[in-house]
């Protein structure tokens, strides 16, 4: 079992930055595909940034690249989403979601994964 523990987010204006934190317990983040997945009131979940399991292989939104990061730290088992230039459209409640499948570069379908963060809110003002 996995569990996941995501901290970070917060209130912050357009074009400011937050760091997002996934912390995993239960496997070690080698085993595992990590993804990042945010959820706007009356929106779909959607993808937002994947990594495959040895952080080579990285996904982006085209809504968010050249503007977010997926990175980890093995060392403390936590994976970490750097999101710059933050957009009024950005606002959403943040999850980070774990499979321990490693069958492909990542995964970017919510069905995809098995294990999910409680969530954080991520507001941004204009």
């Known amino acids: 079992q996995v569990q996941l523990v995501e901290s970070g987010g917060g209130l912050v204006q357009a074009g400011g930055s937050l760091r997002l934190s996934c912390a995993a317990s239960g496997r070690t983040l080698s085993l595992l595909t990590v993804g990042w997945f945010r959820q706007a009131p009356g929106k779909e979940r959607e993808c937002v940034a994947a990594?495959?399991?040895?952080?080579?292989?990285?996904y982006y939104a085209d809504s968010v690249k050249g503007r977010f990061t997926i990175s980890r730290d093995g060392a403390k088992n936590t994976v970490y989403l750097q999101m710059n230039s933050l957009k009024p459209e950005d606002t959403a409640v943040y999850y980070c979601a774990a499979v321990s499948r490693l069958l492909r570069a990542y995964y970017t379908k919510t069905y995809e994964y098995d294990y999910w963060g409680q969530g954080t809110q991520v507001t941004v003002s204009s």
């Open positions: 990594s495959g399991w040895n952080g080579v292989s990285t």
